[in-house]
């Protein structure tokens, strides 16, 4: 199987609202209310909000294929995109999602390991995310990883107040 990774740019808004939807579902309906999960794709996805997204200078997509389908995807921010301000030194992984039938091959940690080559190329030395609480297989995955929990935040799935844990791993800028 040959995988390859591409850089989104705006042409690939309606390609990243179809993969961000998709993933998002298989990843979180079962544990969800359909009402919660429609309210959160009603904001979340829509091509407008990719859109302002794509264009924002301080946040980058990229697509993982297999075979040339789009297996999954990366958001990165940087700077004022965090969702939280983690600092100038600090890249966040706000979006890693494989779709499921690509899961257990590899994909994740081919994104993981570019966002860490992109912090090294912007001279961060510290990479985070958050991941909810009650995702143990990506939780799993992170520790392997060699992420470290180093606190929370709240995250809103429709009305529903979940915790994400806040996870840390520090990179040598070398």
Known sequence: MTSYITRCTI???????????????????????????????????????IRDEL????????????????AGYLKVNVDSAQSEPMGHSSLEVQRIYILQKYH????????LNLSYDIARKLNKNKIWLGVWEK??????????????????????MGDDEQTDIIAERILSLE
């Open 135 to 156: 995702n143990e297989n990506a939780i799993g995955f992170y520790k392997k990883q060699g992420f470290k929990k180093t606190g929370s935040h709240s995250f809103f």
């Open 55 to 70: 264009n924002n200078p301080d946040s980058q997509f990229y697509f993982i294929y297999s075979n040339d389908e789009p």
């Open 104 to 111: 257990k091959q590899g994909f994740g940690k081919e994104l």
């Open 11 to 49: 042409n690939d808004t309606e390609a990243l609202l179809k993969l961000s939807y998709d993933t998002f579902y298989e990843a979180f309906e079962a544990q969800n209310t359909k009402e919660n999960m429609k309210a959160y794709s009603n904001d979340a996805f829509t091509a407008e909000k």
